[in-house]
């Protein structure tokens, strides 16, 4: 059973804020920027800071109030502290990266989105780098299920507020700064226990949150540890959730379908590979094994 539906108005849409965790990169900057930007601009931002001081923000002639709270543990844990502190103020959340960037109709058609389907529950968009798309996301209108859920990506999903307290949240012990091994599955955890509950999870190739992309200037041994931290996050979601025992190991396989594309160096692909399905081994056991560092 989903959580109540706050409705907006009538001939009014619903309100939209963004909660933003912050290592206290510069480019929240071009974020807040781009939301200002907006054909339909957020009712509030809410940055969680977990930039150990770092953070130098320049909120002046935003139209909208931005407010800062303290936190730490990881994007999870900061994502729940700023939708804490959005909760009674907006009818829908987004997540964007701190260094995301919304083009300037994203929000308007989000918000357009969830005001025509009042029982939508999230809707997932589309995370364009530029390199192209992230995730080939399905056809516009498209209900996710518990297959197709893994191609929704966090800086493009956006949710109802009370079904985000109604899941309890992200779980901080998984995500990207967690303190666990799962470095990786937050949202897609988030979204299958909504769907559990009878959510519905509604495909929106068509919303587009602009990203910067995954490698930056990591080295080559940076960017394996990376991927097998991200590979036991898959892994452990698929373990914490009701999937069949052979689609749970079928993820081991995945990496080795096309071994050569995970990057233009085959050897550095290569090592990816086995990285990735390494770590879909160790999440699956919910059990690190062996030395992870970057080499």
Request: proline share 9%; glycine share 12%; aromatic share 6%.
């Amino acid at each position: 059973m989903t959580a109540p539906v706050p409705r907006a108005p009538a001939g009014e849409l619903v309100t939209v804020g963004l909660a933003v965790t912050t290592i206290g990169r510069p480019e929240i900057a071009e974020l807040l920027r781009s939301a200002a930007a907006s054909t339909r601009p957020p009712l509030a931002v809410a940055v969680a800071d977990q930039s150990r001081g770092r953070l130098a923000l320049d909120t002046r002639d935003l139209p909208f109030p931005v407010d800062v709270v303290p936190s730490s543990g990881g994007v999870s844990a900061g994502r729940n502290d700023a939708v804490r502190a959005l909760q009674g103020r907006v009818d829908v959340v987004g997540f964007p990266n701190d260094d995301s960037r919304l083009p300037p109709g994203t929000l308007e058609q989000v918000a357009e989105a969830f005001t025509r389907d009042a029982g939508l529950a999230a809707l997932a968009g589309a995370v364009r780098d530029p390199d192209g798309f992230r995730a080939a996301l399905p056809e516009r209108g498209t209900a996710l299920d518990a297959r197709s859920i893994w191609r929704a990506v966090e800086p493009a999903v956006f949710l109802r507020a009370g079904e985000w307290a109604a899941v309890g949240g992200f779980r901080p012990d998984v995500g990207t700064g967690a303190a666990s091994p799962w470095q990786s599955g937050d949202g897609t955890d988030l979204l299958l226990r909504l769907l559990e509950r009878g959510g519905r999870v509604v495909s929106r190739p068509d919303v587009v949150v602009e990203g910067r992309g995954e490698r930056r200037s990591l080295t080559p041994g940076e960017l394996v540890a990376k991927h097998r931290g991200y590979a036991r996050g898959t892994g452990f979601v698929y373990r914490v959730h009701p999937y069949p025992r052979h689609v749970r190991w079928r993820t081991v396989l995945g990496p080795w379908l096309r071994p050569l594309s995970h990057d233009t160096d085959p050897r550095l692909s290569l090592r990816l590979a086995v990285a990735r399905s390494l770590g879909r081994v160790e999440g699956l056991l919910a059990r690190p094994l062996g030395d992870d560092r970057p080499r």
